[in-house]
């Protein structure tokens, strides 16, 4: 059943058959609409938030000069009969609807700050629009076409456009299959989601970028060489879906790497030896981090691009199809601790002695990544030679003299 809210005006006029402009009081104001069409949630934290609230409670009699108003989306609206309330009958995304704030979530937010604080919103007025009878497509278009006082990001934008579709179904699928729960931020100041870099869907991308031998491959003839650290998605294409959908299987082998990596960086800087010494740069003992599954949190904090070039060595293992050259089981342990012990634990080590400690820097180090890639062909071919000598001794037992 939809629900309905009730709205206290001062005036309204019909702007067109499906939508409404009304002067609302502030003070009676519904500050529990829902949030859904809107691209991302209000920030108290925010500058945006912070000059509405302001406004509001300093000179609420200037409110409405001074504010854009409210766009809010409604399945009917209906005047009572001396028109100083609107009924909004509003059908949520649980309903299949998409109405509710459409643009002012950190307005409403501001009126529900300013209410506890017992502010006197008597004569505080805001423009309210209200669009009638949109569709979800309607709703989303409005949302990313607002104007706004602070921008919204990119991959807010993508997440209404609904282009997150396909990364969010595979990842539930990886929930029910491997009972594993990510926690993933795909919109601006999404409620319960991590504000941790590796726990931004757009990290998901890069990781998956990593593994994108096709793409990026330094013996081939394509233009990169090694995977952009900062490049995320603005927009979602039909090509770079098809070839994200293609990556997504090897998304579970690219989030043991970085996970197995942490841990060995954890041991490595808890060491008894060590006695609370760290002697890696870009790592920060005072902060925790957190990993994009949900089982893994670390008492140290690192750019979200550390993993980065460790992941991307192993592409090197993977044919022209992303299938694994060999068991991903049988060499994923030994490798990420050969690429440990050999380069990165010393490059880093050094990278701190140098006084470097900038951490995006030092993961974007275009040397790193040289050398971690050419250290996985070396480390591959020594694998096979020894599967070939294997192979040769086994049939030379065989033969019969």
């Given at each position: ?6 709205i ?11 939508c ?13 609409l ?27 009699e200037?409110?409405?000069s ?37 643009n002012?979530?950190?307005?409403v ?42 921008p ?23 929930e ?10 795909y ?15 757009n ?22 060489k ?29 989030l ?67 299938k694994?050259?060999l ?34 820097k ?26 070939v ?9 065989l033969?019969?003299?």
């Open positions: 059943m939809p629900k309905t809210w009730n206290k005006i001062d005036k309204y006029f019909q702007a067109s058959p499906h409404l402009i009304a002067t609302a009081h502030v003070d009676t104001f519904p500050t529990d829902p949030l859904e069409p809107n691209i991302r949630e209000p920030n108290r934290k925010s500058a945006t938030y912070k000059q509405i609230f302001d406004s509001l409670t300093t000179q609420p200037l409110f409405f001074r504010h854009g108003g409210i766009v809010l989306s409604a399945s009917q609206v209906k005047p009572n009969k001396n028109k100083t309330q609107l009924e909004l009958e509003i059908e949520e995304v649980s309903e299949g609807g998409s109405d509710g704030i459409i002012g979530g950190h307005t937010l501001a009126f529900e700050q300013a209410k506890n604080y017992k502010c006197d919103l008597s004569k505080a007025r805001v423009k309210v629009t209200i669009h009638i009878g949109l569709g979800e497509e309607e709703a989303k278009d409005i949302a990313l076409a607002s104007n706004t006082t602070s919204v990001d990119s991959r807010s934008k993508v997440n209404a456009l609904g282009d997150y579709k396909f990364i969010k179904q595979y990842l539930a699928h990886l029910r299959e491997q009972n594993r729960k990510f926690r993933i931020a919109y601006q100041n999404q409620s319960g989601a991590p504000k941790n870099g590796q726990c931004n869907v990290h998901l991308f890069k990781l998956l970028n990593c593994l994108d031998r096709n793409k990026y491959n330094p013996d081939g003839r394509t233009r990169t090694h995977p952009p650290v900062s490049k995320t998605p603005s927009v979602i294409t039909d090509k770079e879906r098809e070839r994200f959908t293609t990556l997504l299987p090897l998304l579970s082998q690219g043991w790497i970085e996970q197995r990596l942490y841990e060995i960086i954890q041991e490595h800087i808890t060491s008894p030896r060590r006695k609370g010494v760290n002697d890696l740069a870009s790592i920060d003992t005072r902060k925790t981090i957190l990993l994009p599954d949900s089982k893994y949190s670390f008492g140290f904090g690192a750019p979200a691009e550390l993993a980065l070039p460790i992941v991307a060595a192993y592409r090197v293992f993977l044919d022209k199809d992303y694994w050259i068991p991903f089981d049988e060499f994923a342990e030994d490798f990420l601790q050969h690429l440990w012990n050999n380069y990165f634990r010393k490059y880093l080590i050094s990278e701190k002695i140098a006084g470097n400690t900038v951490g995006a030092i993961c974007r180090n275009h040397e790193i990544w040289e050398s971690l890639y050419v250290s996985a062909q070396s480390y591959l071919n020594g694998r096979l030679v020894k599967m000598n294997s192979s040769k001794r086994e049939e030379l037992t033969t019969p003299n």
